[in-house]
């Protein structure tokens, strides 16, 4: 009976000892993972077991240990023959021993020496400086001065690429884009009229409601047309419908010509000779930039009904009076001016638009990216224009 329990330890130590499967857990489990002999005076480790992220799980960092220090001795050799199996994961552990460099003597076998072929080829990444260099802020700026400053190359080029076309189409009329062009005006202008019509006329009744409350308190009731009239048609008109227009048609466009680039439509078009710039973008330009200014003046009348309303409910003025008192109040010029910022606002929108489109990588990271960068971009540069405008016509049509 002794012989035979001695018998079945001498298994079960040997097959724990083969498998090294990391499920024994005894004082020095690392001990079965290598052997020390000394070759002809030369000391050399041999590595031995399976070299698998699940074999190396609960001996990962004991045995990462033992051999750096095994790895500090001058002149010891090394021997991979005696690994089973060996994954990413131990061979990123051994290149990590051996200080992301091949030993000066090393055995392995041929698949081995293509895994660490691999690991010397691999490019260095450079350190990290962190958040705390005095720098940093100054490279941030530096980074971002020069992403702005190849937008405004794109831009510019695109400009003029558009503007060759419009010269190529004024001498050969028989190839203007009239189907492109007709589609864009629909899709930006027609199929907007809801929403606008919706948030312009919500817009004028709070306007003429709270304005009518403080007009209420020094008996200046009439006043509320001026105020209605001047604000919505010069400056809350224009700015409601670019605005739409930049978180609806903006993001349209630019979502059409990245799902192009991802499905690599417009390299097929290329091919086909035909240009992007004739079929594409300015049929989207020329197309936004005739319905914004309908869309202007839509969103301006629907924005008038609302504060009419509020003002018949609120100061008890007839809609009569107020339309046949409305052209009196405001003159001519403000109209004028807000259809001339809803042409530039449109045709800045699609040109936007259009640049951050054809700037789309053929990832759908990218799409998503340059979609919410397109219409950032586009109110934007809508608040500043109308900035532009109101420095600029500060004098016109308010006396």
């Not at 004082?27 to 077991?49: M, Q, S």
């Not at 293509?114 to 691999?122: D, F, H, V, Y």
């Not at 640049?355 to 219409?375: D, Q, W």
Request: aromatic share 6%; with cysteine; charged share 15%.
């Amino acid at each position: 009976m002794t012989v035979i329990k001695r018998r079945i330890a001498a298994k079960r130590t040997r097959y724990s000892v083969e498998n090294n499967q990391g499920f024994m857990h005894t004082h020095k489990p690392t001990t079965h993972w290598y052997r020390l002999k000394n070759d002809h005076g030369t000391e050399c480790i041999v590595l031995v077991g399976n070299y698998t992220l699940m074999a190396l799980e609960h001996v990962m960092g004991a045995l990462t240990n033992e051999l750096i220090q095994q790895a500090a001795k001058p002149d010891i050799r090394w021997d991979l023959t005696g690994i089973k199996h060996i994954d990413t994961a131990g061979i990123a552990m051994l290149w990590r021993v051996w200080q992301e460099q091949r030993p000066a003597s090393l055995v392995l076998r041929p698949e081995h020496e293509k895994m660490i072929a691999r690991l010397e080829q691999a490019p260095v990444l450079p350190p990290e400086t962190g958040d705390r260099s005095f720098l940093r802020p100054v490279t941030h700026l530096g980074e971002l001065a020069l992403v702005l400053w190849q937008h405004a190359v794109g831009l510019v080029t695109l400009i003029g690429q558009l503007l060759m076309d419009a010269i190529y189409l004024a001498r050969h009329p028989i190839n203007i884009p009239w189907r492109e062009i007709s589609a864009n005006l629909f899709r930006t202008g027609a199929q907007a009229l809801g929403i606008t019509a919706l948030v312009g006329f919500l817009i004028g009744i709070v306007l003429s409601y709270l304005s009518s409350k403080q007009l209420q308190l020094f008996g200046a009731d009439i006043f509320i047309i001026n105020i209605l009239g001047i604000s919505i048609i010069r400056e809350l008109g224009p700015m409601l419908a670019a605005i739409l227009v930049a978180g609806r048609s903006g993001s349209s466009m630019t979502a059409q010509l990245g799902v192009m680039r991802v499905t690599q439509e417009l390299d097929a078009l290329t091919v086909m000779g035909i240009s992007h710039s004739q079929r594409l973008i300015l049929p989207k330009i020329l197309g936004l930039g005739i319905a914004m200014p309908l869309l202007v003046i839509w969103t301006s009348a629907i924005a008038l009904m609302g504060g009419m309303v509020a003002a018949e409910l609120q100061l008890g003025l007839s809609y009569q009076y107020f339309i046949t008192a409305l052209p009196d109040s405001v003159p001519i010029a403000n109209l004028w001016l807000g259809l001339g910022k809803g042409v530039v606002c449109g045709m800045i929108i699609a040109l936007i638009a259009c640049h951050f489109g054809l700037r789309i990588k053929p990832n759908t990271e990218s799409l998503g990216e340059g979609t919410t960068t397109s219409v950032v971009t586009a109110i934007t540069m809508v608040i500043i224009i109308d900035a532009i405008f109101a420095i600029l016509f500060s004098d016109v049509g308010l006396t």
